[in-house]
């Protein structure tokens, strides 16, 4: 007759102990020992199957927590305000998380830590002329200024296009995507094929008595993924836990592999006179003549105000991404975003 295995160690245990009387306490922490390693076994054998559920849940809570996107449907009937970034569809009730990011005070340290990176990393026009001599846009022969990407006469738009590549969340920057550098000044850098109309609209407005000032363009990864980081490690610090902390981080940090500043087609734009990256610059001069007068140069605001149930990320009145003069006054004086503004133009 077979026997189990507690009856092999059993008996084992018996004739160790028969021809080693004086040693019984070595049998006894032997035994106690494989018991524990069997019973310990069989546990997970027989709640396998639990387990693996609780595995693959936790993947999948993990995965859609991270990335969730907040698609662009209709307005919610109560507009999201940046004293309350907690997007549409997220548990208001999470109070740690309120908590952190309703505090003005953390918010604006992390702004001014994130964005201020180092003494001087800010240009004005004049600044920039030094890099690159007096600019002169082109001119047509009647005089009028001549656009560097000349609109195309009509309203089809290519997914295919370079200056559309839709970048967020849930589209990261394309593995196949390439551009080439320029700088701008000292260690700024941004696409060479938008240089020119910045340039040319740093100009315009310096001639309308608007002073700009360029700061934090082009970041390669490794200094997106130290702002992202820094970021969690700080509301942690604050109390959250990380999944808590990342989705905090990520909707004033973009996710690292997901920023536009990573294409070199995104710059943060503020005045030679203010230096803070808050919701009062939309209420400069300086900022108002952006959002006004951007799209006639190529770039958006990209992260309006009200939108933010759409793009995941807070207002930003000082982030603005260059997507060429015919699609930026369509998003313009149309009040979309660019996800708005694929589903409309490009997807439909």
Known sequence: MNRTFLEDLDIRVKNWNKKHPEYKWLSTVYRSVVLFMYHFGMHFKLNSKRYLCGCVFMLFF??????????????????????????????????????????????????????????????????????HGQYMPASTEDGSEEESYGASGGTEFSADDWKLTLVNKQHPIPDDYSFELETIKDNMKCDKRILEDLLR????????????????????????????????????????????????????????????????????????????????????????????HSCEYGFILRYPKGKEYITSIGFEPWHFRYVGVDAATVITQNGLTLEEFWEEYINH
């Not at 309703?102 to 030094?130: K, N, P, Q, S």
């Not at 490690?233 to 920023?259: E, I």
């Not at 006179?273 to 610059?281: I, M, S």
Request: hydrophobic share 35%; net charge negative; aromatic share 10%.
């Open 62 to 131: 993990v995965t859609t927590s991270s990335f969730a996107f907040y698609g662009s449907g209709e307005q919610p009937e109560e507009v999201l305000s940046q004293s309350d970034i907690t997007l549409a569809g997220e548990d208001e009730s999470d109070e740690v998380l309120a908590e952190v990011i309703e505090d003005e005070d953390v918010l604006d340290e992390y702004i001014e830590a994130d964005f201020h990176d180092e003494e001087g990393e800010r240009y004005t026009l004049d600044d920039i002329l030094e890099e």
């Open 201 to 292: 609209m740093l100009q315009d407005a310096k001639e309308q008595g608007i002073n700009l000032a360029i700061r934090s363009p082009y970041r390669d990864l490794s200094r997106q993924e130290y702002l992202f980081n820094r970021k969690i490690d700080r509301y942690m610090n604050g109390g959250m836990s990380y999944m808590d902390a990342y989705k905090a981080a990520s909707q004033s940090v973009t996710v690292p592999g997901a920023s536009e500043h990573q294409m070199g087609l995104a710059l943060d734009i503020t005045s030679d006179t203010y230096y803070t990256l808050n919701e009062a610059f939309a209420d400069t001069k300086e900022g108002q003549w952006l959002a006004e």
